[in-house]
């Protein structure tokens, strides 16, 4: 007990005095998930909406593609986009590999199903009279399509929200596409393994509250938007 007592108040010590390395790692989390949350956004919401609206052959097949895709362990997509990182890879030449920009594109790979499939369920249980009052009334295409995501858009900001949730508290792209380098690639996630595996479980405690927050206000903002 003295031990979980002493590494709590060393936890809160390094926060409050907002040690470097701490805090480092908190910006590197949030630019990288906040970068990956917004490409995911504007391409998850707009697929989300295609495959809620239209009526096509396999529409059922997108959509259990699009479950599956949300429960794909993130250190497949890190393997994934290390094949098409590396110096072996398609896209090695760029020089991506061990860069935020890669855990930028392995972490949208993660988020863009969520987004749209949150969407597509945003789409779903939108009044189904929306479009066909509009089209009556004699909007065009694109008016009709802006009322529907006017309807629907706390849905979809509650996507966009899980997907930031699901990218800030991953570690296995982090770890893969970033390589945890010390003030430049290591995140929350990747510190707390790193540090508590040196013994340093103060550290490791320090970011795991920080993230627990981050996580909290999350939720709660998910949760304020589905009451509305």
Same mark, same amino acid.
């Given at each position: ?119 597509? *369920?945003?789409?779903? #249980? ?5 479009? %066909?009052? $509009?089209?009556? /009334? &004699? ?17 979809i900001m ?35 393994a790193l ?8 550290? *490791?405690?320090?970011? #795991? ?5 981050? %996580?909290? $206000?999350?939720? /709660? &903002? ?7």
């Open positions: 007990m003295d031990f979980i007592a002493e590494s709590w108040r060393t936890a809160l010590a390094l926060i409050i005095a907002l040690n470097r390395d701490v805090f480092t790692a908190v910006g590197t989390s949030l630019a990288v998930s906040l970068w990956s949350t917004l490409l995911a956004a504007l391409l998850g919401v707009p697929l989300g909406i295609g495959v809620g609206i239209a009526t096509f052959p396999g529409k059922r097949v997108v959509v259990t593609l699009l479950n599956t895709l949300m429960a794909l362990p993130t250190v497949v997509i890190g393997l994934l986009g290390y094949g098409m990182l590396s110096r072996q890879g398609p896209l090695g030449g760029f020089g991506l590999l061990f860069t935020p920009t890669a855990m930028v594109i392995g972490q949208t790979a993660l988020a863009i199903p969520i987004v749209a499939n949150y969407t597509v *369920g945003a789409i779903a #249980g939108a009044d189904a009279r929306i479009i %066909a009052t $509009a089209r009556t /009334l &004699g909007a065009g295409p694109v008016h009709c399509l802006g009322q529907l995501v006017k309807e629907v858009r706390f849905g509650a996507a966009i929200i899980a997907g930031f949730g699901r990218v800030i508290a991953e570690v296995g792209v982090a770890m893969m596409l970033g390589g945890n380098i010390r003030g430049y690639t290591r995140t929350m996630t990747t510190a707390i540090e508590t595996s040196k013994g340093e479980f103060a550290f *490791g405690l320090a970011l #795991g509250i920080i993230l627990m927050a981050a %996580a909290l $206000a999350v939720n /709660l &903002g998910l949760n304020a938007l589905q009451q509305r």
